[in-house]
T-cell receptor
Framework: DGGITQSPKYLFRKEGQNVTLSCEQN?????MYWYRQDPGQGLRLIYY???????QKGDIAEGYSVSREKKESFPLTVTSAQKNPTAFYLC????????????FGSGTRLTVV | GNSVTQMEGPVTLSEEAFLTINCTYT??????LFWYVQYPGEGLQLLLK???ADDKGSNKGFEATYRKETTSFHLEKGSVQVSDSAVYFC???WGTGTASKLTFGTGTRLQVTL
């Protein structure tokens, strides 16, 4: 079955460490997105990529980095510069036809310990 | 800029009650509108969508009508079930093709009790 796989489901990070969240899709979707979800704040866009080897900052990109070396993969690195990284992170993708909306992964919950 | 405003939650209903979750939007142009549902610990699933004024999206007994004159896309269901307990997000899509992006409301938690 086609879909988006995020791993791990739970991730713990020590202060000052970088961590990378994985996002893989086999839907042949062109565009991929990373959102951060905090209680009561909805979803906020971190980064997005419309095509391989290209990506743009979203609304809250500071402290995060991404790469898009393959169409199927869009990993997100949470760096030590991100001051409040504890959150639920969601990856999404869509085709070139935006009217179909996004397909979301099941999310990664990151906790700083 | 583009924005989505949803009613505050949580919304608590008894099983078989009628549900309305209000959603209004601000946008330039003619966005597509969506409702997503999120069950505990999971990602978002597309519930329904509408791409132009007066379109009605429907799925699993839920409905929403794209009202351009009131800039609204309220979610309704005639008879809720305990299994409908989740967080519901209204969203609008702006831009075209792969350049399009979704703007979400803050979500409304629905709790359905027996």
């Amino acid at each position: 079955d086609g879909g988006i796989t995020q791993s791990p489901k739970y991730l713990f990070r020590k202060e000052g460490q970088n961590v990378t969240l994985s996002c893989e899709q086999n839907l042949n979707h062109d565009a991929m997105y990373w959102y951060r979800q905090d209680p009561g704040q909805g979803l906020r866009l971190i980064y997005y990529s419309q095509i391989v080897n290209d990506f743009q900052k979203g609304d809250i990109a500071e402290g995060y980095s991404v790469s898009r070396e393959k169409k199927e993969s869009f990993p997100l690195t949470v760096t030590s510069a991100q001051k409040n990284p504890t959150a639920f992170y969601l990856c999404a993708s869509q085709t070139a036809f935006e009217i179909y909306g996004y397909t979301f992964g099941s999310g990664t919950r990151l906790t700083v310990v | 800029g583009n924005s989505v405003t949803q009613m505050e939650g949580p919304v608590t209903l008894s099983e078989e009650a009628f549900l309305t979750i209000n959603c209004t939007y601000t946008a330039t142009g003619y966005p597509s509108l969506f409702w997503y549902v999120q069950y505990p610990g999971e990602g978002l699933q597309l519930l329904l969508k509408a791409t132009k004024a007066d379109d009605k999206g429907s799925n699993k007994g839920f409905e929403a009508t794209y009202r351009k004159e009131t800039t609204s896309f309220h979610l309704e269901k005639g008879s809720v079930q305990v299994s409908d307990s989740a967080v519901y997000f209204c969203a609008l899509s702006w831009g075209t093709g792969t350049a399009s992006k979704l703007t979400f409301g803050t979500g409304t938690r629905l709790q359905v009790t027996l």
